[in-house]
C-alpha cells in the first residue's frame, strides 16, 4: 500500500466526524449522521477525481464508505462527552484539511505533472468537503470565517509541491505540508491569525448594499 | 425499452413538478419555473452518473429536459389550483423519491456490482435533487425537517438491493423497493413519523453556539 | 488559435472580477479574494465539461487559473475606487453571462451535435459560476432577483444555436448571441425589465408558508 494514503484515510475518518458533529449539532437522527458525515468526508475528494477524470475513489473502493459510517456511529453515541461541540468539530476540520491538501495535492501533481494542478487540487480536496457540510447543515461557511482557513490549504499544498519538485522523499514531503497546513490553521484557530480584512475605507458599514 | 425506465421518467416528472412548485412559492417568471424544474429533476441522476463515470443520461437522450419543461410549463398554468402548494411539494417529492431510490439503486448495483455502491448510489440519485431545489431556492432544506427524509431512500435502496442479490425479478424488486420507501417517506408526512433526534443532554438550547 | 476563445477569456476575466468583488463585499482577505474569483470565474465551465464528459478546460490549460488570479489581485488593489460594488458586480455579471452563454452552447453543440444539449449547456455554462459565487458568499443569489436572468443566457444560447445551424459564419452567429444575451440582461438591469412573476390570486401573502 502506498503510505501517502494514510493521508487520506486520516483525512476521511476526522472530516466523517465533523460533518457527525455538524449533524449533532441541527439534532438530526442516525441518518442525518451517516448522510453528512458521508458527504463531509468523501465530498471534496469526489470533486477532486471527477475534475481530474479518475475514478471516484470510493467507487473504486466502498471501504471509505464504511468507513464513514463506522466514525458517523461512533459519534452519534459519544458526542454527549464533549463539551464545546463547535470547538471539536473545527479542530477536526484543521487535521482534515492538512491531510487532504498533502493527498489533493498528491493526487493532482501525480496525475497531470502540473504543479499548479496539484496545488489547486490540493486547495479544492482540503476545502471542499468542508464547504458542502456548512451548505447542507446550513451552519455559517467556515470560508467566511474572519480567521485564515484557505490559506493553510494553500501553505500545505504549496510545501508539499515545492518539496516533491526539489526532490524530497514522498514521505517527507507530505509531512511538512501537513505541519505547514496544521501549524497556520491551528495557529488561526488558537490566536485568531488573520490577513488584513479588505476595507475600501475606514469606517464604512457592512451594511451597505451596494458597495 | 428496459421496464425500469418507467421509474426514471416517473421520478423525473414528479420532481420537475417540485421543482416548479418551489418556483411558483419564490413567484419566480416562467424561465424560473423551466430552471428550477430541470435542476431539481436532472440534478440527482447528473451526480449518480458523474461518479459513476457513466455518460450523463440527459446529454445521451435529451428528450429527458423536454420532459422537464412540459411539467414546469403544465405547473406554471395549474399551480394556482392547488391550496397547499407546499404540501403537494413534499408529497411529490415522496413519490420521486421512492422511484429515484430505485432506479439509481439498480444503475449502480449494475455498472458496478457493489451492492454497498447500489445503495449509495440509490440514496444519492434520490435526494440530491431535492437538495439542490431547496439550496437555488432558498427553501429551509428538506434534508434538515424533523421527520424521516433520507432514511426512506435508504429502506428503498437496500430493499431493492437485497431482493436482487436474493433473485428476485427485477419488477419485483423494484416495486417491492419503491412501496418501501414511499410508505416509509408517506408514513414520516402523514404521521410526523422521526427517529429520536440526537440531543447531548435534556433540555440544552439549541442556540448554543458552540455546542 | 480558435477564435471562439476569446468567449472563454472574456467570460473567465469578468467572472472573476464579480468573485473578487463579491469576496470584497465580505471584507475577505486576498486568499478569500482567489479563492471566489477561481470558482465564480471556472464553477460553470467545469460544470459543462463534466457533464460533456470532456476534459475539464483548466486542468488541460492551467492559464485559466492564473488569469483568474492575476483578476482576483488586480480587484484586491482596486475596488476601493468603485462607488457602487455591487452594480459593477451585477453588470460584470452580465459581460460573462453573455460570453459564456455563446462559449458553452458553442461547447455542447460542437461535442454532442444536438442543439438541445446546446442550448442547456450555454445556459448551464453562464449561470452556474454566478449560482456557485452567491452560495459561497452567502449573498442573495441572483437567481431569484426579480429582473430577467437565466432568460438572457437562454435568449443568446438559442440565438447562437439557431444561427449556426442556419449556416451563419462561427463569429457573426457567437456575436449574436453575446449581443441578445447582453441586450437582454442590461435592458433589465437598467429598466428592470421582468416577466409577470407568477402569482396564485392577487394579494396572496408571500408568508403563507404552505401555499
Redesign the interface.
Known sequence: MNPILVFDFAGIAVFAATGALA?????????????LA?VTAIGGG?FRD????A??FW?VE?AY??VCAAVAVVV?FT??LI?????ALLWFDAVGLAAYCVFGAWKGLTL?G?P??GV?MG?LTA?FGG?LRD????EP?V??RPE?Y??AA?AGSATFTVLTLAGAPLLAAALAGFLAAFLVRGGALRFGW????????PGRR?ED???
Do not use: C, M
Open positions: 449533524a449533532s449539532r441541527k439534532q438530526l437522527d442516525i441518518v442525518g449522521f451517516l448522510f458521508s469526489t471527477l475534475i481530474l477524470g475514478p471516484v467507487v466502498p464508505v464504511i452519534y458526542a454527549h463539551e464545546y461541540r463547535y470547538i497531470t502540473s499548479t494542478i489547486v486547495v476545502t464547504v451548505l447542507l447543515a446550513n461557511s470560508l467566511l485564515i484557505v490559506t494553500l488573520s490577513f488584513p480584512p479588505y476595507r475600501s475605507r457592512q448594499i451596494f458597495k
